[in-house]
C-alpha cells in the first residue's frame, strides 16, 4: 500500500545537526513532489519546505531557510531533511508528505519527533 | 509572503448544526487552496483540494467554497467523529503556508 515512513527523530542540543529520512513505498516516488511538515507541541501545522519530482526546485519556509536542506534519493525512494544550527523552536513533529499536482498533500507519514534541548 | 488566516479560531456546535470556517489569504490565490482534517493525536487528512473539489472517499458533507482571497470550508450537518481542527492552505507557489486552524467541538 502507499505508506510514508519518517525516522531520524530524537533529542539534540541546540546548535547541532540532525537528519530526518522517509522512506517512500506503494507508488512510483520519482513522480511527485514531496513536502516537510511540522507541527510543535500543542500548535497548528508549519510547512517545512518542499522538493520537485526530480530535486531540481527547492523552497523553504523562511524560519528554516539556510539551516535545512531538503533532498531526495528517486533511486532508493528516499526523501530527507537535513538539518543544521538546530533551535529549541524547532522542537516539533515533522512529517514527510506526498505533494500531488492539482494541490494538497495527500499521503502522510506518522511523523518523526525531534526535541531540541540542552 | 502571502499571510493566511481563519475565522474563527475555535467554534462549538450541535449534532447536525450546519457549520462554517472560514480562511482569507492576503494575496489573490486563485483556487490554489486546499483543507486539511486533524483529529486529535492523529496525522493530517486531506479534504478538499483546488478550493472546491472534493478528495477521493470524504463525505459528501463536506464542501468548499471561494477563490481569490476568501475561502469557506462547509460542515452540512456536523457528526460526532468531524471533532478535528481543519487547516487550509495555499498552494499557489511557495511557500504552501497554513492557516492557524480551526477546532471544532460538540456543544
Known amino acids: 500500500q502507499v505508506q510514508l515512513v519518517e525516522s531520524g527523530g530524537g533529542v539534540v542540543q541546540p546548535g547541532r545537526p540532525l537528519r530526518l529520512s522517509c522512506a517512500a513505498s506503494?507508488?512510483?516516488?520519482?513522480?511527485?513532489?514531496m513536502d516537510w511538515v511540522r507541527q510543535a507541541p500543542g500548535k497548528g501545522l508549519e510547512w517545512v519546505a518542499v522538493?520537485?519530482?526530480?530535486?531540481?526546485?527547492?523552497y523553504y519556509a523562511d524560519s528554516v531557510k539556510g539551516r535545512f536542506t531538503i533532498s531526495r534519493d528517486n533511486f532508493k525512494n528516499m526523501l530527507y531533511l537535513e538539518m543544521d544550527s538546530l533551535r529549541v523552536e524547532d522542537t516539533a513533529v515533522y512529517y514527510c508528505?506526498?505533494?500531488?499536482?492539482?494541490?494538497?498533500?495527500?499521503?502522510w507519514g506518522q511523523g518523526t519527533t525531534v526535541i531540541v534541548s540542552s | 509572503d502571502i499571510q493566511m488566516t481563519q475565522s474563527p479560531s475555535s467554534l462549538s456546535a450541535s449534532i447536525g448544526d450546519r457549520v462554517t470556517i472560514s480562511c482569507r489569504a492576503s494575496q489573490d490565490i486563485s483556487n490554489y487552496l486546499v483543507w486539511y482534517q486533524q483529529k486529535p493525536g492523529k496525522v493530517p487528512k486531506l479534504l478538499i483540494y483546488a478550493a472546491s473539489t472534493l478528495q477521493s472517499g470524504v463525505p459528501s458533507r463536506f464542501s468548499g467554497s471561494g477563490s481569490g482571497t476568501d475561502f469557506t470550508l462547509t460542515i452540512s450537518s456536523l457528526l460526532p467523529e468531524d471533532v478535528a481542527t481543519y487547516y487550509c492552505?495555499?498552494?499557489?507557489?511557495?511557500?504552501?503556508?497554513f492557516g492557524p486552524g480551526t477546532k471544532v467541538d460538540i456543544k
Open positions: 492552505q495555499k498552494y499557489d507557489s511557495a511557500p504552501h503556508t
Open positions: 506503494g507508488f512510483t516516488f520519482n513522480n511527485y513532489a
Open positions: 508528505a506526498r505533494a500531488v499536482p492539482r494541490g494538497g498533500l495527500d499521503i
Open positions: 522538493t520537485s519530482y526530480e530535486g531540481g526546485n527547492k
